[in-house]
């Protein structure tokens, strides 16, 4: 009984239904209502809001269902219980998930539709007409649930409005017909937006915005707002704060301290930056619940989010973006993803293998635009690139825990001569390294999935290094040629000066070059000299 009392409750990671979630006391609800607060009084009040998969958006639309319906018990000691929320006014709350609409054929997602909408009607005490088309059900649905409020106003909250689409995105007749019949059922939404007093949708991607939401364009988007960044999923601070004694627990269980059980934490899972015009970052919520349960360091988004979706169009296209540490993107290549095209970069950020790394402002004098450069948030979402790609097989994954076991000791010709050799190799036959880009790319991936954080295009001043690599006990200055030599990138290394900022200091510095053969397919054996202070 005594362990049982002091057993830590952990953030959910299954459990996305509010009022279980907090009577259940299994789980922890880490507070977000101070923003919810902010969401449910926005000026705009037909919302929406897109995430990564597994990234609370569900349980969020359950804590607005028992904001907006008072049911006040629920939220004793949150924030939203010392702010001026009128707890003496609830509204019907209309609440689904499209998933319930989606079908393997056109016919079983109309079908599913109608059938959603009569199970509506019946939940909320309204006739179900079946001599009307569905589209119709459901606006008579709205006025009549809305003429039963004592407000005369409801609420409505639709999760994964985008799963009936994603559905045919390799059939695309099918696609445009469903696509179609979307369009006027949530067009009803907008033509009884009188009668809605909030409005959240919510998905993982925006393929159906240009056609579903013409039909909606009162809908405002709040995915890249900058008072909701945090929103869904945690912060550092809240590993400082509320989710303190259970980075305390999974220090203790792996034989770390505070700071370093956080620091292990924060690079597997953290890194989304969701608003380019805040530098808050989150975790992945689920991974950082899995783990903290679990005890353990490894993979879990993968297992509960993968995007069949993502993973098909990355097979198909047959590579990765050119480098996947540095992947430019402009604002209005994020917000909209063309279901005919799929464009890879779209997909990668909207699915959550990429995130927002840095914003390069625009100058609105020379009518400049922002742009943005994308790369993997974390060690976690490294790895999943890697299984996507085919390198999940055993003897990969044994190179990189050898690879990680040599940085970590300062090994550097082991493992670049030895490790980093084993992984180039492990690289698909039919996956083409073409130039020295592209050589690279393999590299920053490799070596940010040992943890190593590798800095790609290292300013100087003559130019850019490579990559470089920081330890606590050295520095690491890379250069890399193709189809040319290890010595003519150590020639480069020098005499453009690329480690001469870290010569003298407390570290001691290493130079490291790195020729890829094609014929071979890998890398030349690599150069590595250690440089002298000054």
């Known amino acids: 009984m005594e362990n049982e009392e002091r057993r830590i409750k952990v953030p959910t990671t299954g459990v996305c239904?509010?009022?279980?979630?907090?009577?259940?006391?299994?789980?922890?609800?880490?507070?977000?209502?101070?923003?919810?607060y902010q969401l449910a009084n926005d000026a705009d009040q037909q919302l929406f809001i897109s995430r990564p998969r597994r990234f609370g958006k569900s349980l969020m639309l359950s804590t607005l269902k028992a904001m907006f319906e008072c049911r006040r018990e629920l939220f004793k000691g949150l924030a939203i219980d010392r702010l001026p929320w009128e707890w003496d006014k609830p509204f019907p709350v209309v609440s689904f998930t499209m998933s319930s609409a989606a079908g393997s054929t056109y016919e079983k997602f109309t079908s599913n539709l109608r059938s959603l909408v009569e199970d509506l009607a019946s939940e909320h005490g309204v006739p179900f007409d079946k001599d009307k088309t569905t589209e119709k059900n459901f606006e008579d649905f709205l006025k009549a649930a809305a003429a039963k409020s004592p407000t005369r106003q409801i609420v409505?909250?639709?999760?994964?409005?985008?799963?009936?689409?994603?559905?045919?995105?390799?059939?695309?007749?099918?696609?445009?017909?469903?696509?179609?019949?979307?369009?006027?059922?949530?067009?009803?939404?907008?033509?009884?937006?009188?009668?809605?007093?909030?409005l959240m949708m919510t998905g993982v991607t925006k393929l159906t915005k240009l056609s579903v939401f013409s039909g909606m364009n009162?809908?405002?988007d709040r995915s890249m707002d900058e008072r909701f960044a945090t929103l869904l999923g945690y912060t550092p601070d809240e590993l400082d704060g509320a989710l303190r004694e259970n980075v305390e627990a999974f220090g203790e269980k792996n034989g770390m301290d505070f700071k370093a059980a956080k620091a292990a934490l924060l690079s597997w899972y953290d890194g989304y930056r969701?608003?380019?015009?805040?530098?808050?970052?989150?975790?992945?919520?689920?991974?950082?619940?899995s783990a903290l349960e679990s005890g353990e360091l490894k993979g879990y988004w993968e297992t509960t989010g993968r995007t069949t979706l993502i993973i098909n169009r990355m097979a198909n296209a047959g590579k990765l973006p050119a480098d996947l540490e540095n992947v430019p993107a402009r604002p209005l290549t994020l917000d909209v993803c063309d279901a005919e095209t799929l464009p890879m970069v779209s997909l990668l950020y909207q699915g959550g293998y990429l995130t927002i790394k840095d914003v390069?402002?625009?100058?609105?004098?020379?009518?400049?635009?922002?742009?943005?450069?994308?790369?993997?948030?974390?060690?976690?979402?490294?790895?999943?690139?890697?299984?996507?790609?085919?390198?999940?097989?055993?003897?990969?994954?044994?190179?990189?825990?050898k690879a990680k076991r040599q940085i970590a000791s300062g090994d550097w010709m082991g493992y670049l001569g030895e490790s980093l050799f084993g992984l180039y190799a492990s690289v698909p036959p039919d996956w083409q390294i073409k130039d020295e880009a592209e050589a690279k790319r393999y590299?920053?991936?490799f070596a940010s999935m040992t943890g190593a954080n590798p800095q790609p295009e290292v300013a100087t001043m003559l130019?850019?290094?490579?990559?470089?690599?920081?330890?606590?006990?050295?520095?690491?200055?890379?250069e890399f040629k193709y189809r040319k030599s290890a010595k003519a990138a150590i020639k480069q290394i020098r005499e453009r000066g690329y480690a001469d900022k870290w010569i003298g200091g407390e570290r001691p510095v290493t130079l490291v070059g790195i020729n890829f053969n094609p014929k071979k397919r890998n890398i030349d054996m690599p150069i590595i000299e250690?440089?002298?202070?000054?």
């Open 17 to 36: 239904d509010f009022p279980s979630l907090i009577l259940g006391g299994k789980g922890k609800y880490v507070d977000k209502t101070d923003l919810l």
């Open 156 to 198: 409505v909250l639709i999760d994964e409005y985008d799963e009936p689409v994603a559905k045919f995105l390799n059939d695309i007749p099918t696609l445009n017909r469903v696509r179609s019949d979307l369009h006027d059922f949530y067009e009803k939404l907008k033509v009884n937006s009188g009668s809605i007093r909030f």
């Open 218 to 220: 009162h809908l405002k």
């Open 274 to 289: 969701f608003s380019p015009r805040s530098e808050a970052r989150v975790c992945n919520p689920v991974s950082l619940g």
């Open 360 to 401: 390069k402002r625009g100058d609105p004098t020379k009518d400049e635009t922002d742009s943005y450069v994308l790369a993997p948030p974390n060690l976690e979402v490294r790895e999943a690139l890697s299984q996507a790609m085919g390198l999940d097989e055993d003897p990969f994954n044994a190179l990189v825990d």
């Open 443 to 445: 590299f920053l991936l």
């Open 463 to 478: 130019g850019y290094a490579d990559a470089v690599i920081e330890t606590p006990k050295e520095v690491c200055v890379f």
């Open 530 to 534: 250690k440089e002298c202070k000054m």
